[in-house]
Every structure is written in structure tokens, then in C-alpha cells.
């Protein structure tokens, strides 16, 4: 196992996969692990009601390829929210964080990435921020209780757009088992100074997300999603600078999107490939 493990993201790979192929192909094309996607889509939420023969084989079938899940990306609750005005969804919300917690026992999955959004499809208020205040600190009791962590990203709208940002929740739940997966590609498109953030939030990163980005300005919202490795203006080698002289030892997940691309293998290998010259050149051991 290399010092910093890099994952691919499930949706970087074809959709229509079974999990032995899609552990297969990350595993030649040069990853650790794959970060497991369970978003707002009734296929993927349909997971968390896996049946236990279901829970077994996927367990199995990992160990057989060789290869880890450490992570979810629980994004379903865009969808369905905690700061929901609708008390539906609010239940909802509460009960897919229960059912991810549980299947992440299950799974072996240890680190659960949530959405930072107090509500995404919703006009947001004070409403909102209070359920969601709430809304987190009752998941990361339930999450305590089952001894997996839960980290909030760092994400592509106001909200949740710095590590400076998401101090506020570190420092109202205090708690060990709550904390940051920032996505250096959002960090860079919202002009954080980077050195800065990563430096506050080091003692609570559980793992980041690599992804390219451009920036957002003031004729420019920015683009958050579907560039290639190369195509943003994210500088990793100053970010793996930062993160060496930072002394952090954790995973790295490329976060790419398969379903807009031809040869999405090909884009992984090449995605892992770039990377790794990019860790070369700021001389931080993969």
C-alpha cells in the first residue's frame, strides 16, 4: 500500500458495470480503492437497502480483486436535505443517514463524505440553517455510536466553500468522529488561498478530493465539474507542496465523471498518471 493511497471515483467508470468489473478495471488501471457513490438517484439510494447475502458478496468480491472501499460519497441528501422546509424529506433525510451508517459497517466503508448543503433544490433561510444544524449533530451521534466517520466537502456553492466556512460546525459538534474532505478543485475555484485553509483544517482531513476546476470571478461562475486533468487552472504541485510540508498522511480520491467522455478508462490511467507526475515534481512520495 503506497503512503497516500489514490482512489478513483465509481462515476469516473462505466455505469453500467457489476462491482467485480468495476474493482477490476480500478485495479489495473492503478488504484487502491474506489469511493463508493450512493447519490439522489432511486439506483444508487436503493443501495442502502441492500439485502445481507447482497452486503456479503459485495464484501467478498472486494477482497477477492484485491482492492479497498474506504469511502462513500453520501450525496442522496441534495435531494433530500436536513434543512428540508418539507418535514418528509427532513424524515428522509434522517433515515438515509442511518442506513448509510449501517451499510458502511457492513461494507468496511469507514469515512462517509456528506453534502455541504443545509438544502440545495430549496430557497435557503434561517429555517434551513437551524435544521441543518440539527440534522448534523444528530448524524454524527449515530455515527459515533457505530464508530465511522463522517466528513463534510468542501463544495461547488457558498455555502460550504472553505474549510474556514465548515470551522463553525467542527467547532459546534466537537467531535472525532466529524470531519473535512476537502475537494482542492472546489478550494481553488472559490480563490481560497490554499496554503491557509489546508493549514487550519489539517488535524481534521480525512481524506481529499483532486479535481480540476476554473475559477470563479466576476463575469464567471466557475466550472465545478466534467475538465480533464489539465484543463483547470488547480495547481497541485503547490498543493502537494503545502500538503508535504503539512506532514499529511491520508488518501487522495480523483474525482472525474465518466458518462460525458469517450474512453473513460483511458481518462483514469491518464488521470493517475498525471497526478503521480505532479506529486513527482512537488517530491511528495506517493
Not at 35 to 53: F, G, I, Y
Not at 93 to 111: P, S, T
Request: include cysteine; glycine fraction near 6%; charge should be negative.
Amino acid at each position: 500500500m503506497r503512503i497516500h493511497p489514490l482512489g478513483i471515483y465509481e462515476k469516473a467508470l462505466p455505469k453500467d458495470l457489476t462491482w467485480k468489473e468495476r474493482f477490476e478495471i480500478a485495479k489495473k488501471s492503478g488504484f487502491d480503492y474506489v469511493e463508493m457513490s450512493v447519490d439522489e438517484t432511486d439506483e444508487r439510494l436503493a443501495r442502502l437497502d441492500w439485502t445481507k447475502q447482497e452486503r456479503i458478496d459485495f464484501v467478498k468480491t472486494k477482497i477477492d480483486c484485491g482492492i479497498l472501499t474506504p469511502s462513500m460519497c453520501l450525496s442522496g441528501h441534495r435531494k433530500y436535505p436536513f434543512g428540508s422546509h418539507d418535514p418528509k424529506i427532513r424524515q428522509k433525510a434522517y433515515d438515509i443517514m442511518a442506513k448509510a451508517i449501517e451499510l458502511a459497517n457492513d461494507l468496511g466503508i469507514r469515512n462517509i463524505q456528506l453534502a455541504g448543503y443545509d438544502v440545495y433544490y430549496e430557497e435557503q433561510d434561517e429555517g434551513t440553517l437551524e435544521r441543518y444544524d440539527e440534522g448534523m449533530r444528530k448524524a454524527v451521534e449515530m455515527a459515533a455510536g457505530a464508530q465511522v466517520m463522517l466528513a463534510t466537502e468542501i463544495m461547488d456553492t457558498p455555502f460550504m466553500s472553505s474549510i474556514t466556512k465548515w470551522q463553525r460546525w467542527n467547532k459546534m459538534l466537537n467531535s472525532p468522529w466529524f470531519g473535512v474532505y476537502p475537494d482542492v478543485g472546489n478550494l481553488t475555484a472559490w480563490n481560497n488561498d490554499l496554503d491557509q485553509e489546508l493549514s487550519s483544517g489539517i488535524d481534521k482531513i480525512t481524506a481529499i478530493h483532486l479535481k480540476e476546476t476554473l475559477p470563479v470571478s466576476s463575469t464567471c461562475k466557475g466550472q465545478f465539474r466534467d475538465l480533464q486533468f489539465g484543463e483547470g487552472t488547480v495547481d497541485f504541485v503547490n498543493i502537494f507542496k503545502i500538503l508535504k510540508k503539512l506532514n499529511y498522511r491520508g488518501s487522495f480520491m480523483l474525482e472525474m465523471w465518466g458518462d460525458k467522455v469517450d474512453d473513460p478508462i483511458g481518462k483514469i490511467v491518464k488521470a493517475r498518471e498525471y497526478i503521480e507526475q505532479k506529486m513527482a515534481e512537488a517530491n511528495y512520495q506517493p
